[in-house]
């Protein structure tokens, strides 16, 4: 999955409205683990679907919060 193809404002978490820029800037922050990072943001705790593309297994969501930390850990954030 390429990033940086999606904006900041990409909207990752529909539940909660939490975007791309808000979850790169709390990973930043130091919530870069899957349980922080939805502790502090609250993406993927209510239907889990952005969670990852194995619990989202029809494709409903474009970009998922393990991508977003593995994109992080990679580019040093």
Known sequence: MIIEKFGLDHNVCECFDVTLGELLEAIKAGHNTMETL???TDAGTA???CQ???IDEDGDRELHL???LAYAKEKGL
Do not use: G, Q, V, W
Request: proline share 0%; hydrophobic share 25%.
């Open 47 to 49: 239907c889990e679907l």
């Open 52 to 54: 990852s593309c194995s």
């Open 38 to 40: 939805m502790d502090e």
């Open 66 to 68: 393990d991508e977003i």
